[in-house]
């Protein structure tokens, strides 16, 4: 254990806004009692980096994830409507984070759906996701037409579907499903499907299983029989709304982890909003976060520490039965947190 102190990893810390802090400070006691060897540069961005420097995503945080290449952060406040562009967004295009990766697997036992274990892949650049967008006028009316440019690129849908398949074959996963729209978008879409067929009968026939499925069909097989589903690999807001509801067949978003991947960086998350109608009680659930710093650590190649942490979540949840109030119980952020240093 005192190699592992010794060998310090750098990474970035952002932790964000509304319950970001919380869950965080959550997260970094547990990663302390587990001696995860990572070496802290605490940044900030969101609405604390408004404050902080003017900038939702301001210039140490960036210079600080091209020096580190890895970061671990909160949610991020972002405006509806007006206000600054997502922060989120710009750290996905900055570093060309293409892959957005939601594991959702069932952790505490005896809700609506037990035994889930799926992967939602999300190709996270592309889409309607670029933000081309603008208003034309009519008469008096300045918002009289509201229109927006999606772009998929072969390049893009390749790289992502690439991964997808990569990661499945990697996870002894046995099917890979192809989301899409292409029976409507059938240029937008259609070359998603398009590249991600041709790529499987080249590269990964007999390796694993190839599936295709309409957006819409796919939903709702989702919640009629999740199981049948291994790797689920789409397009940008396809992406976004169905990684949504696969965490809702595992508790929630707070039982939902993300990886923001890509050559430049790797941006682990908790994909939750910030919730400022709790923030600052202690009411927070900070297990996504925990989660996300288990895949964080297994991007490192530390896979025993991240099993470790994973067995103690399960263990804290199922055993003890120590839960936050989302998930039932009456422990606060910081009690579970406590909880969970005592299985690591």
Known sequence: ?????????????????????????????????????????????????????????????????????????????????????????????????????????????????????????????????????HYVAIDDDPHAVAMATGINTRHGCRRVLEYAFDYAVANGRKKVTI??????????????????????????????????????ACAMKLVLNPWQFDVVVTTNLFGDVLSDLVAGLVGGLGMAPGANLGKKAAIFEAVHGTAPDIAGQGRANPVALMLAAAMMLEHVGLPDLALRLRLAINDTLNVDKVRTRDLGGRASTAEFARAVSLRV
């Not at 892959?99 to 005896?110: H, K, S």
């Not at 991600?196 to 009968?201: A, D, M």
Request: proline content about 6%; overall charge negative.
């Open 179 to 216: 989301v899409h729209k292409a029976n409507i978008l059938k240029a937008l879409t259609g070359l998603f499907l398009e590249t991600g067929s041709e790529l499987h009968e080249r590269k990964y026939k007999g390796q694993v299983e190839l599936e295709t499925l309409i957006v819409d």
């Open 1 to 133: 254990m005192s190699q592992q102190r010794c060998a310090l990893i750098p990474a970035t810390l952002i932790p964000g806004d509304g319950v970001g802090p919380e869950i965080v400070d959550a997260t970094l006691f547990v990663l302390e009692a587990l001696r995860a060897p990572f070496e802290w540069d605490h940044q900030t961005a969101g609405l604390a980096g408004v404050r902080d420097h003017g900038d939702p995503l301001p210039p140490p945080a960036l210079e600080s994830i091209r020096r580190t290449q890895l970061a671990l952060k909160g949610p991020l406040e972002t405006p509806s409507g007006g206000g600054f562009r997502s922060s989120n967004v710009r750290l996905r295009e900055e570093f060309e984070l293409f892959a957005n990766v939601r594991p959702a697997r069932t952790i505490v036992l005896g809700g609506r759906y037990d035994d889930v274990d799926l992967v939602v892949v999300r190709e996270n650049l592309e889409g309607l996701y670029i933000g081309h967008e």
